[in-house]
């Protein structure tokens, strides 16, 4: 990345910057509001990372937003820090409050240029085009890195389009976004449209295009791509695509693709893709929205295999089902998944991992009750296949750990306290406990009865029926020195269900004690645990 305010399109025609909204765009995502401390942690990885630009927020939007981009401006340490603002004055010093303690701070400004846009504030086309020159012209005596974007530009004229560029330039921006804002155009289109505007506007070849994609019809890393293609070299995009209705262009998904097929895209960024496992995971705990297990690249399955035709290929040469390794976005390793469509030879292959070598009788055995187990379930995880290794089911009358008593005290008046008695290796072990409400001061008591090191991962609550009087499903997973359990639960209970899922998980974590190898490697934490 170079240490210029502003990158010269000239400076190297295969070099795509990567400018990420995930703390503007993606934020603006229902539901997706993130805390201080929350933004300044995401935006300290996306640097770390090598991203190019990072969007840190609309300052005007409030003062929380205001206060989080002039805080990530003083603290970044190799990014572009930039603020969004519409298209009049107050926004516009307002944004440079925000972003110009940055080493290298950027104005974004933009106004919708579309028919239906144009429509809102009640501008003409005329009228419009002069705003664009004054706000543009303002912005730029204020900062040298002033990005413009014509709002619904898939959808604005192409006459005018081509003008309010031409007036963007001529006052001052030094990059130019297209965007899609409505997720409506294809990637021929997407391509075209750059590639015609860079024909045709005077001053187009002194300036940087971007695209900025969104996904409504699923095509928003397509188009970003394609935008590339047509000379635009810089792409807006998001962690795990997150961001206004069906989201944005994935970030994840656009390095991975310039890396993977470099035969048709031959372009560099600066990002560490080591690192993209991380980010999408932290962005997802903090956002509040779950990647999908099919996500590309971050979903659970992205590296996952169930089928026993896979598996096999897998085990002899992963480039048979994977294009890319599970390394190089930061995974430890493959995911194969044990269920009724796995074989053998991936079934050897998860006890060999487990400590358990079996001659040819001993498989064939137990692949036959691990087909029957495998029809129940959707998915035979570590801890029923040593459950099937021990020849009997597990169950709490074999836990040495089992919940017999649980009263909690909650309510809008703190402290919560939950009052509980465990028994262990058959004794009965009672305490009192508190904490940040009934299922926080459940889980220190357990703590308290049963000291561990173990750390909580997740904690998900499901109703599998509906009504005041549903049952709750409750599901722990946990770790500890790189083994994770999970454990879950039922009751209509809430907390009970809870008390006796962080008991499961624990149960089964002191079997993966005693059943691991003697000289197994726990520290790395496997992918293929993470269910």
Known sequence: MTNE?????????????????????????????MSHAEKLEIADLLDEMGVDIIEAGFPIASDGDFQAVREISK????????????????????????????????????????????????????????RIHDTVTHARNLCDNVQWSPMDATRTEWDYLCRTVEIAIKAGA???????????????????????????????????????????????????????????????????????????????????????????????????????????????????????YNKAIVGKNAFAHESGIHQDGMLKNAETFEIMRPEDVGLSETNIVMGKHSGRAALRSKLEELGFELGDNQLKD?????????????????????????????????????????????????????????????????????GDGPVDATFNAVKALFPHDAQLQLYQVHAVTEGTDAQATVSVRMEEAGRISTGQSADTDTVVASAKAYVNALNRLLVRREKSAPDADVKTVNYKDLG
Not at 7 to 30: H, M, W, Y
Request: with cysteine.
């Open 366 to 434: 137990v692949f036959v009750r691990f087909k029957a187990l495998a029809d129940r379930k959707k998915e035979v995880f570590t801890d029923d296949l040593l459950a099937l290794m021990r020849d009997q089911e597990s169950g709490e009358a074999h836990d040495r750990i089992q919940v017999k008593f649980l009263r909690v005290i909650c309510g809008t008046e703190a402290p919560q306290s939950a009052d509980l008695t465990l028994t262990i290796d058959g004794v009965d072990q009672q305490t009192t406990a508190q």
């Open 5 to 33: 305010k502003n990158v010269s399109p000239a400076a190297d025609k295969n070099q795509v910057l990567i400018f990420d909204t995930t703390l503007r765009d993606g934020e603006q995502s229902p539901g997706a509001t």
């Open 75 to 130: 603290r970044s340490k190799n990014a572009v820090i930039c603020g969004l603002s519409r298209a009049n004055f107050k926004d516009i010093d307002r944004c440079w409050e925000a972003v110009q303690h940055a080493a290298r701070p950027r104005i974004h400004t933009f106004i919708g240029t579309s028919p239906l846009h144009r429509a809102i504030p009640n501008l003409d086309k005329d009228e419009m085009a002069t």
């Open 174 to 292: 030094t990059t130019i976004n297209i965007p899609d804002t409505v997720g409506y155009t294809a990637p021929r289109e997407s391509a075209d449209l750059i590639r015609r505007l860079i024909e045709t506007v005077p001053g187009a070849d002194d300036v940087i295009f971007a695209t900025h994609c969104h996904n409504d019809l699923g095509m928003a890393t397509a188009n970003s791509l394609a935008a590339v293609e047509g000379g635009a070299r810089q792409i807006e995009c998001t962690i795990n695509g997150l961001g206004e209705r069906a989201g944005n262009t994935a970030l994840e998904e656009v390095v991975m693709a310039m890396r993977v097929r470099k035969d048709i895209m031959p372009f560099t960024t600066g990002v560490d893709a080591t690192k993209l496992m991380h980010i999408s995971r932290r962005v997802a705990t903090v956002s509040g929205f779950a990647v999908q």
